[in-house]
């Protein structure tokens, strides 16, 4: 659910009328927050701006001595491995590695050990925050690994502390379905936005930039946005009637199928998403993500009958892992169902019952 009180955060209105979203502290620079307000990367977006405001990057400001953990960290910054990394988790590894270059530039790289870097991963209020640092740590070893620099990784081993979200998204349900339909009937661009988001069981960063340029024949065809660089999954999607009668009205841009008020696509992922939280709101659905309805959808397609290996073509995971989770629920109120409901099932149960004579 956003949270609409924290401290220090402001909004400021571009010359669009768009709303962004700022961390400003007194006598500090304000640092923009990009992720959509009330989701998981939204929090730790904001307690790393707490935790580390001002400018990213601070250790090239400083001297890195030989054999520091500042080295390897600048090192790490001017690696190609970091600069094929997505622009958010570059801007995001940045800030973290700026907040430990601040605490631990200065130490020897070659005396850092696991308990060392789980004090630092229990050092955030914020599970999030600290599993990033576990998470950027393992990657500036890493680096420091394939340049054969070092033969162990002493982040490698340490584990993530358990989210305060555990569940993830909240998945929409049929009565949330429902209430976002009756707030935004056909004809608007949120109910668009939404059976976009239902027909296809993809991301809000894929569905912000999908649009007639990758219809072929009745299909969708594209390669998903995120992973694209070093793991690029190509979806193809046959786009079913109830989808086909939405895109034909209204008149969708050349470029996009959702258009923001000024009838141009959406900028950022950051900017649709937060407008698609405001369109859950003025239905009522306080705490509603579009990621949230890509976990019901998977959920929805389980009930239904669909193998974790059909609804893997049609979200684009790679692996069962993630959408197990999300299906487990439905799968085992189906198996339930087929089980507890079956005639022998019900026929012996039943016969406990009956009294005997």
């Known amino acids: 659910m956003a949270n609409t009180t924290l401290k220090y955060l ?3 209105r571009d010359r669009h009328g768009n709303v962004r979203l700022y961390v400003r502290m007194p006598g500090k620079k304000k640092i923009r927050l990009r992720a959509p307000e009330g989701t998981p990367e939204f929090h730790f977006e904001y307690a790393t701006a707490i935790a580390a405001p001002g400018a990213p990057l601070g250790a090239s400001k400083r001297r ?14 001017a690696s190609r491995t970091f600069r094929d990394l997505a622009p958010t988790t570059r801007t995001t590894r940045r800030r973290v590695l700026d907040r430990l270059d601040a605490k631990i530039g200065d130490h020897a790289w070659r005396l850092i050990l696991p308990e060392h870097v789980a004090r630092w991963r229990d050092a955030p209020d914020e599970p999030e925050a600290g599993n990033h640092i576990v998470k950027t740590l393992r990657a500036v070893f890493r680096h420091a690994q ?15 502390r358990r989210s305060n979200n555990p569940d993830g998204y909240t998945a929409w349900t049929e009565a949330d379905f429902a209430a976002y339909v009756k707030a935004h009937p056909p004809g608007t661009m949120a109910h668009k936005a939404l059976c976009l988001f239902l027909f296809t069981g993809q991301r809000l960063s894929d569905v912000r ?11 969708l065809v594209f390669t998903q946005h995120k992973n694209r660089a070093r793991k690029p999954v190509r979806v193809e999607l046959p786009i079913i009637e109830p989808l086909q009668a939405v895109l034909n009205s209204p008149a969708s841009h050349q470029l996009a199928f959702i258009t923001s008020e000024r009838g141009t696509p959406f900028q950022s992922d950051a900017s649709f998403g937060n407008r698609f939280i405001k369109w ?9 993500s579009a ?3 890509r976990k019901g959808c998977a959920s929805i397609l389980a009930s239904l009958g669909l193998t974790d290996r059909q609804i893997m073509a049609v979200t684009g995971h790679v692996t069962s892992k993630e ?15 087929t089980g507890l409901g079956s005639e022998n099932v019900v026929t012996g149960l039943a016969r406990l019952m009956e009294q005997k004579a």
Do not use: F
């Open 10 to 12: 402001v909004r400021d």
């Open 64 to 77: 890195a001595a030989p054999g520091t953990m500042r080295q390897l960290i600048l090192d790490y910054l």
């Open 146 to 160: 394939d340049e054969g620099r070092i033969s162990a990784n002493p982040a490698a081993s340490v584990s993530y």
């Open 209 to 219: 930039r999908l649009g007639p340029q990758h219809v072929r024949d009745g299909w």
């Open 280 to 288: 859950c709101k003025e239905a009522g659905l306080e705490g509603r």
């Open 291 to 293: 990621h949230g309805i």
């Open 323 to 337: 959408v197990d989770r999300y299906t487990a629920a439905a799968n085992r109120r189906l198996m339930a169902e």
